[in-house]
């Protein structure tokens, strides 16, 4: 495998802060976050504890992993439009095993649910869920794990268009089936490529061409090795070592591109959690810059997920080194160094430990996971127009949204 290694830009600290509709923006002025927020629980008392989520331009759909009674397998959805109207779809009443994912995807007309642990054993039961019938007669699922028990234990995925695949968390291998017949399956196993590739990846992203993983932790070591693999082939397999730049780039939850770089989330490399955001260029796999948001505010550490729109990247608050956070950070994708931070905790203290996010071209979203309360079912959203931007129209029905042109986290 190739290991690369380029140079490092620095952050530039930003240096004016303002008070904004109940939120702290740092560093900008050219956006009214109107934060509000939405209380699942309000809806059904079990609506907790979410990892990760993705949107089919009308609905916002949250991916079910445990509540403060157990596994969950009850995916929430949400109106974009109203922002208060909620739905609810029990996967276990399909199969008991269909609790506890970690991640999930959509390919337009389906949403797929990345399968994880489902409180007695690894699973490797991906769900599927209809968006045009948000029903149990909708959901159908594929057992990975029927063929090769390995296949089991994956941390989120992606979908290039005619395939999807499920990333290894707790195991070595990246599954791939197809989208078309969701039947057919193969898989990649990355110990042919390296043996400390046991697992340990926190998600990943395609750019169409190439697919890749996002370092954390493995063999109880954290890592800062990004995996591209070859959609079309499906064998050929690069590394870049974020190491090779900086020592403190390991550790990474989820990730994002926005057409001409990828970007990896900082969590916790072991030592502490970080904030230093590492993006690479796509075309050539390499040139490595490192944007530092703990320079802008010692706060901004310890992310899970995040997403680009079309001028900036946003990344995910959960816990720092002071505990569960709050503040969001948005950086410039343009400089990658002008950040700005929004604290959701100003308009609800509760709005912290939240794991993976999305846009739908006129707000974002952050989804919840854990609070220090429990598990929390508080979906956070807020403007990411500027002033510039709001003559931008929505036009939502069951069959299609017109929205502006975003890159979409895979969460």
């Known amino acids: 495998p190739r290991r690369t290694a380029m140079r490092r830009v620095a952050a530039r600290p930003s240096c004016l802060a303002l008070l904004c509709v109940a939120a702290l923006l740092q560093g900008g002025l050219s956006t009214d976050w109107s934060v509000s927020y939405l209380d699942l629980t309000l809806t059904q008392t079990d609506l907790a504890g979410f990892k990760g989520g993705f949107t089919d331009g009308n609905y916002g759909y949250l991916v079910p992993n445990a509540n403060d009674a157990g ?72 057992d990975l794990a029927a063929t090769d028990m390995a296949l089991t234990g994956f941390v989120r995925g992606f979908s290039d268009g005619v395939h999807g695949f499920a990333l290894p968390g707790r195991n070595s291998k990246i599954a791939r089936f197809s989208l078309l017949d969701f039947a057919t399956f193969d898989s990649l196993d ?34 800062g090795d990004i ?39 900082p969590c916790y490399n072991g030592a502490a959690s970080f904030g230093k955001v590492a993006r690479f260029k796509l075309d050539g796999f390499g040139s490595v810059e490192v944007l530092d948001l703990a320079s802008t505010d010692a706060d901004l550490a310890g ?95 069951k069959t299609s949204s017109t929205t502006r042109s975003t890159t979409s986290a895979t969460t």
Request: aromatic residues 14%.
């Open 71 to 142: 596994m969950s397998g009850m995916v929430a959805r949400f109106s974009l439009g109203d922002f208060s109207t909620v739905e609810v779809l029990d996967l276990t009443a399909v199969d008991a095993d269909l609790q506890g994912f970690e991640g999930g995807f959509s390919d337009g007309s389906h949403g797929y649910l990345v399968p994880n642990f489902n409180g007695a054993a690894d699973s490797g039961k991906v769900a599927r869920i209809s968006f045009a019938v948000f029903g149990a007669g909708s959901v159908d699922f594929l």
């Open 190 to 223: 990355l110990t042919a490529t390296d043996t400390r590739y046991t697992g340990g990846f926190a998600g990943g992203f395609s750019d169409g061409t190439y697919g890749y993983l996002v370092p954390s932790i493995h063999a109880l070591d954290y890592f």
């Open 227 to 265: 995996v591209r693999f070859d959609l079309q082939d499906f064998s050929t397999v690069d590394v870049l070592d974020l190491t090779l730049t900086d020592a403190d780039l390991k550790g990474f939850e989820g990730g994002f591109i926005d057409g001409t770089h990828g970007y990896v989330v």
């Open 303 to 397: 992310f899970v997920g995040g997403f680009a729109d079309a001028t900036h990247g946003y990344v995910v608050p959960n816990v720092n080194s002071i505990g569960y956070s709050g503040k969001l950070a948005r950086f410039s994708l343009d400089d990658f160094s002008t950040v700005d931070v929004l604290d959701l905790t100003l308009t609800h203290a509760d709005l912290t430990g939240f794991c993976g996010g999305f846009t739908d071209g006129f707000h974002g979203y952050a989804l919840p996971w854990v609070y220090a309360g429990g598990t929390s079912g508080k979906v956070a959203r807020f403007s990411v127009l500027t002033t510039t931007s709001t003559t931008a129209t929505r036009t939502n029905t």
